[in-house]
Nanobody, 122 residues
Framework: QAQLVESGGGLVQAGGSLRLSCAAS????????VGWFRQAPGKEREFVAI????????YYADSVRGRFIISSDDAKNTEQLQMNSLKPEDTAVYYC???????????????WGQGTQVTVSS
């Protein structure tokens, strides 16, 4: 039974934009913190962005700050990651995850989505 489901990935040229969505259901939907992570081939899964359920607090990895925007629609239990000025190095599988408290540590996230592929061509 899926708790978090990502959507919106795809293929885009460098400089383009994509908008990812994360839909939460079941127990995952009551966790107050949602993070986005990504994993490129042969690399560790890394933190991208985080948001509290009411959108009051956000934080970004240095590599995406100023280009990506994380937002939350609590009424719909969804979070979005607007990705602008995409670069080939942004190519990865993107995951959303839910946590009980503010953390950038991957292992502290309780629920994970299945991931959505983002490919940026040069």
């Amino acid at each position: 039974q899926a708790q978090l489901v990502e959507s919106g990935g795809g293929l885009v040229q460098a400089g383009g934009s994509l908008r990812l969505s994360c839909a939460a259901s079941g127990p995952a939907s009551i966790y107050p913190v949602v993070g986005w992570f990504r994993q490129a081939p042969g690399k560790e899964r890394e933190f991208v962005a985080i948001i509290t359920y009411n959108g009051a607090d956000t934080y970004y990895a240095d590599s995406v700050r100023g280009r990506f925007i994380i937002s939350s629609d609590d009424a719909k239990n969804t979070e979005q990651l607007q990705m602008n000025s995409l670069k080939p190095e942004d190519t990865a599988v993107y995951y959303c995850a839910a946590a009980q408290s503010w953390t950038l540590i991957r292992s502290q996230y309780k629920y994970w989505g299945q991931g959505t592929q983002v490919t940026v061509s040069s």
